[in-house]
């Protein structure tokens, strides 16, 4: 092309979008919007790829949003699907995966903790579980808290007496653990309950937990009469004590549906721009718990961004998109496009699925008993990010930040004498502590001497901000702090600095937090690179704030440390030798009891473990005695 002819300029917005309508075809499918920087700003589904993408590009727009949208639109780009159930689906998973900027989104994701009844051993073991399902065995949830799972297995030990020990726990056992002298465990480990009659446990608790409670308790109250009949007064107290642990599981929940088997609650109340939708589980005939959840909303000023039945659907098709799906959902709200959503599901879930909005009945007392929580959720949630917003303006304040810190991120480390150092990250920002963002980093560096506080600072940074600065060169958008807390004074601040400007990060605003004489709370003192330290007011609360957050990363870099301590505690010599794998390791702790035990074998009793041969036994006989 001649210098002198320009080039034509690039479409945008609404013209783009008319250009693009020209190529599309008349087939169900999903479409995303881009945006000046290559961002997605949203991600939509369509019966006719045509017909739905044409209307943007009408220009009549129901809200101040999607004329924003449409205005900032560069690009588009379009997937074609089989059928519109298909289009729905990939819709789901591309807003869980771009996060797109005018969509809905399920801001908490995390899986739910379940109850496992884990057959892959002869004796099956009862335990709690969150995640894929990879493990061979009977689940029971979802439970709404690691709490309510807690309570739930506590219970169903002093019910059932099923084992909560692993494997290689069970089979190095040669006299029963505590939980059997508490009563909470039948120890067949030992064989002081036949397999068969553990067997039995194992049935009656997964009839249990499928809802056939009352036939359950029957069962042991006729078994109680027969033992007092008999006089057998002590196995008679026994049953007893069993009936009362599952009468209190009855007793704990607070609404116990007579009509409702298995079906999850969901009541959403939208009120200035945010949103709560609250969330009951109900299986077996029980409450299984219940979560708030405050979806991100798209909001444009005042505008109301999404009705209801929008946000209500969107919300249950990010929900389920990796979770089990119950053959009921209640809602306070009709989903938009509640077949389509239904069929979904029911392909998802390789069954039949209702969603229903009840009227009347027990089901809408469930519904409305939602929607009450989820009211009261939402006025507590907004009355906290009030509070939070004047301590995060507080703050810019404070240390001269350019604008309200989005993104806090506190820095410590924990070791005792330098061993078993951790660093600890945590997150805070509008919405509170962000726990999900929290990171751990175990102290690799050779070259730091123990109880290093500065070099340990220095190795955490530069882990943490050169795998920044990787993203960011790589295209990415990783999360970037606009403020930087460290549990120290000018000695940590200096070393920091240095590896930020190694890094080229030394853009990102870096506060040191020192405590006053003596300690004490109250009198902490603030370190800015290049200026003299200052202190805030004593009952300033944006001091409390600040030492709050300094609380938490001591916590949890203490708990991070703690742990690391305990697993290197609980670390089997056995482990190190080569040649001895889980099931040697299991033969040999069998037939010595322990480690040690183990330690003083000679080669001729190794000899005699199944599965040690003369080799290896010469090593696990020369590994203890290398010393």
Known sequence: MPDDIAAPPALKGAALIKDEVKRLPDRPGVYRMIGDEGEVLYVGKARSLKKRVVQYAQGRFHTQRIAHMVDLTRAMEFVTTRTETDALLLEINLIKQLKPRFNVLLRDDKSFPEIVIRREHAAAQLRKHRGARTIKGDYFGPFASANAVNRTLNTLQKAFLLRSCSDSVYESRTRPCMLHQIHRCSAPCTGLVSLEDYNALVDEAGDFLRGKSRAVMAKIAGEMQAASDEMEF???ARLRDRIRALASIAQEQQINPETVSEADVFALHAEG?????QVFFFRAGQNWGNRAYFPKMPQMGADRSD???????????QFYDDKPIPKLILTNVEPAEKELLAEAFCLKGGRKVEISRPQRGEKCRLVEHAFTNAREALGRKMAES????KLLAGVCEAFGLEANPERIEVYD?????GTNAVGGMIVAGPDGFQKSQYRKFNIKGTDITPGDDFGMMKEVLRRRFGRLVKEEEAGEAPPRPDLVLIDGGAGQISAVMEVMADLGVDDIPVVGVAKGPDRDAGLERFFIPGKPYFMLEPKSPVLYYLQRLRDEAHRFAIGTHRTRRSMEMKKNPLDEIEGVGPGRKRALLHAFGSAR?????SVEDLLKVEGVSAPLAERIYGFFRKG
Request: one cysteine or more.
């Open 597 to 601: 035990g183990v330690s003083r074998a």
């Open 234 to 236: 002590e196995r008679a």
């Open 307 to 317: 009705e209801d039945p929008e946000v209500m659907a969107a919300f249950l098709g």
């Open 413 to 417: 480390n924990s070791h005792i004498m």
């Open 273 to 277: 721009g945010q949103a709560c939708v």
């Open 386 to 389: 009030s509070a939070q917003t």
